[in-house]
């Protein structure tokens, strides 16, 4: 069984292509890949605007400002539900601000393209337990981790952050 991920569209500031939808699911599965995760996994995406993201923010971190993304990660310590049905671990929910990552596109100088699928690869690396809060080696390895993933889906960082004087 292939690995499922569920996409909803919850926003209408953004136009949201059958491209964007093939780059998410291709995000979602390189990760898979690049962990040598062989079980068919189920991920859930849901793609929101500032405001929303702002609300569940507040709602689940405490902190009511607009962010990228948020990840609900169902698993722990590698240890996941499985869809009874299906028989697939349950991995967790990503929601993705498409209209902060479009701004975050043009302030950081590349593609909208690059901005979701460096959302969906971060968000799939803390649903599969990884962080950077803490920095350190755990940061450092996560980071290693999401660009080896860009780069081999052919999305590598091109442009360092320009910072205004």
């Known amino acids: 069984m292939a690995n499922k991920v569920w ?3 919850e926003q209408k500031i953004v136009e949201f292509t059958p491209s964007m939808r093939r780059l998410i699911r291709k995000s979602v599965n390189s990760v898979l890949v690049n962990e040598d995760i ?4 189920e991920v859930s995406v ?3 605007d500032n405001d929303d ?3 569940l923010n507040g709602q689940f971190r405490n902190k009511p400002v607009e962010t990228d993304v948020l990840s609900f990660p ?3 310590n590698g ?3 499985e869809n009874p049905e299906t028989g697939a671990m349950m991995l967790g929910d990503i929601v993705i601000s498409l209209e902060k990552a479009l701004q975050q596109a043009e302030m950081f100088g590349h593609s909208a ?3 979701v699928a460096f ?3 971060h968000s799939m690396h803390h649903l599969l337990g990884y962080d950077h809060e803490n920095g350190g080696e755990e940061e450092k390895t996560m980071r290693r981790k999401e660009e080896e993933v860009l780069v081999k889906m052919g999305l590598p960082r091109t442009v360092s952050i320009q910072v205004e004087e």
């Open 113 to 115: 393209a690059r901005e």
């Open 38 to 41: 062989l079980e068919p996994c």
């Open 79 to 81: 240890i996941y539900d």
């Open 119 to 121: 959302l969906t690869v």
């Open 7 to 9: 996409i909803k569209n």
């Open 53 to 55: 993201i702002a609300v």
């Open 74 to 76: 169902l698993g722990e």
């Open 46 to 48: 849901t793609l929101v």
